[in-house]
């Protein structure tokens, strides 16, 4: 699923990272537990949280993850956004709750699958 | 290989992100020529980015640019008539070597760096070069590599406790390394995961503590040791789940009791020693082949 169409779906606004939107995603992890997250992802893809920190950008760098949603409309503090800016993270942000959010990606991808 | 130049070499491979000065004033296409020459002139600079609003870089100004305009009577005009638009930049992915190459091939006195939205991140002279090498080599004494003869690169890194805006950065600097030495991305993000665990635990339970990476030919070595409380009973600790973490840290998505246990399933060999009152020593070994 491209990351223009998670846009679209979650009528988000893209804070960083705009040059990656035509990026395919099948992969997306949604959690606010950094060590939950580090034990979780296997295969490259998004991260959907409400922990707005830098540590965040940190964890996502560490696991090869392309990008970030943050939920329930949090915007991401200056040294979050600059540390996703040099290390060319992809962020977005949502008003919908995590759980909506979550929601939303899941009837999709089950979408794109069955259009297949 | 004389020390030297192995030092220096190593240099080279840094982002170029480090040594590129970031603190540049702001400067929209709009303002005055004569206001964008006060700016400089304040600041110290020879050169300076054009930014918008949403500060994506739009061209470039030099002082040369600023006094032929004033010459020319045009003080008053906006600096993006006069600014290069067409502004060849670097990426955070370059390094040092690859911004001196852009130097020597293109001539020009300065590069921008920006990310791949042309979101300005910095600056890059000749200048800055020479004058942040030095705090560079600083930076690279926690990345000493020594013993070339017996093949292990060993860096190392200190951490201090309670740092979360900077905790993660060694891990990404390991990180880093191991890519520039064209590792497989399997042991990459196994050694990454386990260094950032073991990174935010200094951060989270030590006073302070020191991150060593050993790279040989078939194994890396990770090791956390730190001055700090200590952990009473280890066998607790490295159950998943299992946590001391305070309230705080909790709330910053840490101390969920997953980062022993994420360790030990990154290594193919673990130990863990601790003195209550004295401190932890954590080591993860990762086999290459």
Known sequence: MKLEEIKKLLSAKVLCG?????????????????????????EPGILITAMVQPQVVRTTQMLDLIGIIFVNGK?????????????????????????E???????????CERDR | MREIDRDFYSLLKLPVTLIMNANMPKVLPDRKVFQVREILKINQLDGVA??????????????????????????????????????????????????????????????????????FLGMVTPLDIVIRLPSLKEEREEIKEEGEKAKVIRLEFSVEGGDFINGGEASSKIKRYLQN??????IIKRVAVASYEMEMNIVIHAYRGKLIVEISSDKIMIKAIDEGPGIEDIEKAIQPGYSTASPKVRELGFGAGMGLPNIISCSDEFDIKSTVGVGTEVTSIIYIK
């Not at chain 1, 959010?101 to 979408?111: D, W």
């Not at chain 2, 002082?63 to 032929?68: A, I, Q």
């Not at chain 2, 030495?181 to 399997?186: N, P, Q, R, T, Y």
């Open chain 1, 18 to 42: 705009e040059c990656m939107l035509d990026k395919d995603v099948e992969h997306f992890y949604a959690s606010d537990l950094m060590s939950d997250i580090l034990a979780t992802v296997k």
């Open chain 1, 75 to 99: 915007v991401p503090p200056e040294e979050t956004l600059s540390l996703a800016r040099s290390n060319e993270i992809l962020i977005m942000t949502t008003k919908h709750s995590m759980f």
């Open chain 1, 101 to 111: 959010t979550c929601g939303k990606i899941y009837l999709a991808l089950n979408k």
């Open chain 2, 50 to 119: 054009i930014t918008n609003e949403d500060g994506r870089l739009v061209g470039i100004v030099t002082m040369y640019d600023l006094l032929k305009a004033i010459e020319e009577n045009k003080r008053d005009a906006s600096v993006e008539d006069i600014m290069t638009r067409d502004v060849v930049t670097l990426s955070p992915s370059h390094t040092l070597a690859d911004a001196i190459e852009y130097f020597r091939v293109y001539g020009y006195g300065r590069f921008p760096v920006v990310d791949r939205d042309k979101v």
């Open chain 2, 181 to 186: 030495l064209g590792l497989s991305k399997d």
